[in-house]
Every structure is written in C-alpha cells, then in structure tokens.
C-alpha cells in the first residue's frame, strides 16, 4: 500500500515502483514454495507467506490498471484519427444503453465545423471479439476502418490479417451496406477467413447505420 499511495504522489516513479512490486510477489511466492517443498511448516508462517505474495500481487495489479487505461485510450484516440482524418478533435456522443455501438464520436475540423463521426462496433469473429471503428464523413461515405481490441484472437496468418492494410484499406470511399465479393459486395476477404472478414463488414453496416440516424 505504501508503494501505491507513493507512486500516486510520484507517477514519474510508477515505472519502479511496479518492478519492486513484480519482484516482491515473486520472492515471496518462491519463498513460499521452498518452504513448502522442504518440509511442513507451521501453518501461521505459510498463511503469512502467501497473505504477502496476495498483498503484492494486489499492488502490481493497482499500479498497471491505470497505464493499462490510459494506453487503451490512447490507441482508441489514434484509431479515430485514422479512420476519420479531416477531424482535429472528437466530441463524444452519447449512446443509449443497448444500443449496437459501444461508442460513438462526432469529428470536428479546426474551424469547430462537424466533419462526419466515429462509432465502435464490437462482433464476433472466428477466434473471438473483433473492434472495428468506423469512419463516415458528412455525405455518409466510409473514410476508414481499423479492427482490433483487447480480446482479438482471430488466427495468426488468417483470419488476424483484417487487421492490416491490405484489408482494412478497401472500405475508404464506399457507401454502405458493404458486402464481400462472394456476396456481391466490392470488398475481397481475406484468405480463407470469410469468417472473420464478413464479421468485419457487419460491424461496418451497423456503424453506419447507427450514423445515419444521427443527422
């Protein structure tokens, strides 16, 4: 606890302060298995051991929860740059609950004139939940989407390229709905994961639906 309150009034030490506490859970969680391997022990030493080892697990898990945050939200400010960039800055809109986005954001250009918005759309993939933000301008046209989020898992070499380039880059420019190619829509899927791919497409269509409800 000292550790933590600390490094709330030095965060330029958190970076230290979450080593020491890494490494104080590991020594006493080693200590406790060496005390164990070696023999019995007595009942109050062990619960102490492992009451540390618990103590210091705790403080690593309060000192990374706030970086964990704030990396996340950075990313999320970089992926609506990406998709939608003729906006400076982003006003968040707000989303009813159970509505299909998680997010929803209006881009505004320099001047303070609305430039179109940025909406979150979390589907289900092959392998697991896929982020997709979505940019629509002012005339309701895709200007970029970018997939990904904590829980991404779809398959290394496959169903995880909807995530590059290659993939993403086709979606700038068109109107919705989208489809793949195999459905008669203008977007190629990625190889041997139509899964994940059509996924990706559905998150765009819900986005974009969601948008056009709000002009």
């Known amino acids: 606890h000292a550790l933590f309150n600390d490094s709330d009034k030095h965060p330029e030490r958190k970076d230290l302060y979450l080593i020491l506490s890494m490494l104080l859970s590991l020594g006493a969680l080693a200590w406790g298995l060496v005390v164990v391997s070696t023999g019995p022990a007595p009942a109050e030493l062990s619960v102490d051991i492992f009451k540390i080892a618990g103590a210091a697990l705790g403080t690593t898990n309060a000192l990374t929860k706030g970086p964990i945050a704030e990396q996340a939200a950075r990313a999320a400010e970089a992926a609506r740059a990406a998709v939608l960039p003729a906006a400076e800055r982003f006003e968040q809109v707000e ?26 759309v979390t589907v289900t993939g092959f ?53 793949l190619v195999k459905d008669g829509g203008e977007v190629d899927s990625v190889t041997a994961a139509s899964i994940s791919s059509g996924a990706v497409c559905n998150a765009v269509n819900i986005a974009a639906d969601y948008i056009a409800g709000l002009a």
């Open 95 to 120: 989303v009813a609950e159970g509505a299909p986005v998680d997010n929803c954001y209006q881009g505004v250009d320099a001047s303070g004139n609305a430039v179109g918005y940025v909406a979150q």
């Open 127 to 179: 392998g697991g939940p896929i982020e997709v933000t979505v940019g629509v301008n002012a005339e309701g046209e895709l200007t970029g989407i970018q997939c990904g989020g904590s829980g991404f898992s779809e398959t290394a070499g496959l169903g995880a390229k909807v995530k590059e380039t290659a993939f993403s880059s086709q979606f700038a420019g068109l109107a919705t709905p989208v489809a």
